[in-house]
């Protein structure tokens, strides 16, 4: 009984002194600090949503407003690109529209009979050969129509219907190596061949040595070559080269009236040359 | 097995006052669960161990209070102690005994603080409302703790 008693008398004087220890050293921060620790260890769910309860609580205002205008910041700028997107496409129709109307006033003043179709394809590597309208046979078009552009407020010979399909046709351009016409030069009328060189420039030939061909002739189709009407312009001759030592005739550079790279639509003239041609052998007898 | 099952015993006193205090409380008013827990095992075990748990019950209690960190240890372990020199004279596992125990050491563990208080950190964390309620309510329930603890105590060898 005397040593438990002394066992319960050592136990409270080192629990006490410890207690008084504890008391007198300032260990309730700790304390404090060592509960708040222990409970967010115990309760994760407390301590994530004091965390985020107290980030939540204390968001200001105008931190909420700056998202709001974000949000609406992008909103507006995809209305701005769609807008944007709706203004080239406009710009677009209404260059369209403008460029259709001259063209199509001009046609009007064409004294030839045709219609008005759309370039839907070019190709790169025949880029001064030829190119595809979307017109066809459906469409009443014929192989050797001829196909004008307009330039400046005129028109111009682009070329001639080369193959036909229902759909489309395929457009053998003056500029084509292949391709030439019978022109006649102004002002004294000296009908020549006009040759495409396979660039965006044509080549007038077998012009004789004698004759007056000058820079800045103009140069229109001669009644002569039945492939192209009469009368149409062809170019516009930029550079005379002299006569060489072995030929009897000079030829020259010429700019044609067209530029086959700014043309979007062309005129494709009717020309029922089968039925001219018998017309005109007829008018000869 | 006994130690870590006191241990455990020892959480779940702690817990149990926490929840307690923090759900169930009836105008701001709850039985001090610590410190029926402490007189329970003041009752029980022998003097070395009660006065052990009454320090670590208290340090608990410390534990969930904001200042005076030390001060219910202090208390308690004394009190365990008063529980050996007393339980050796009167009969403390009667339910009258351990009515008028709580009641008498409620108030006297009360006043024991507030002196504490008053000496180490000079404020005033005993309100009179509680000063004259709790005490009747720990004696109403260190009768019941002291049956668990006994219950525990014969089945698990514990205390």
Known sequence: MSREKDAANYAIVFFAVLSVLLLIFPASRIAHTARIVASYSLYPSLHYGARYGHFVR????????????DQENRTLR?????????????????????????????????????????????????????????KGSDDGVEVNDTVLGMQDDKAGLAGRVFEVYPKFSKVLLITNSAASAVCSIAPSGLEALVEGKGTWLLKVNYVPEQSELTEGAQITTAAGGLLFPAGVPVGKVTKVYPRESFMNFITADVTPAVDVNTLKEVFVVRRHLQREIIAAAGAER | MAFLLEILLYLASGTFYWWWTQNLTFFGLAPNFIFAAALSAAILAGPVKAVAWGFFLGLYADMLGVSMFGGYALTYSLMAYAVYIVKRHFDMDSFFSQLVAALSLS?????????????????????????????????????????????????????
């Open chain 1, 58 to 69: 204390n968001v200001p205002a105008n931190f909420v407003a700056l998202l709001e205008t």
């Open chain 1, 78 to 134: 995809e209305k701005v690109r769609d807008l944007e997107i709706r203004l080239l496409n406009a710009s677009a129709s209404v260059a369209e529209n403008e460029r259709l109307s001259k063209e199509l006033k001009l046609s009007r003043s064409l004294p030839w009979a045709g219609s008005w179709a759309r370039i839907i394809n070019k190709t790169p590597a025949d880029w001064y050969g030829s190119f595809f309208i979307n």
């Open chain 2, 107 to 159: 108030c006297f563990c009360m006043l024991f603080y507030q002196g504490l208080s008053l000496v180490f950190s000079r404020i005033n964390p005993t309100g009179l409302k509680i000063f004259l309620t709790e005490p009747f309510l720990n004696a109403l329930i260190v009768p019941v703790v002291f049956q668990v603890f006994y219950w525990l105590k014969r089945r698990t060898g514990i205390l």
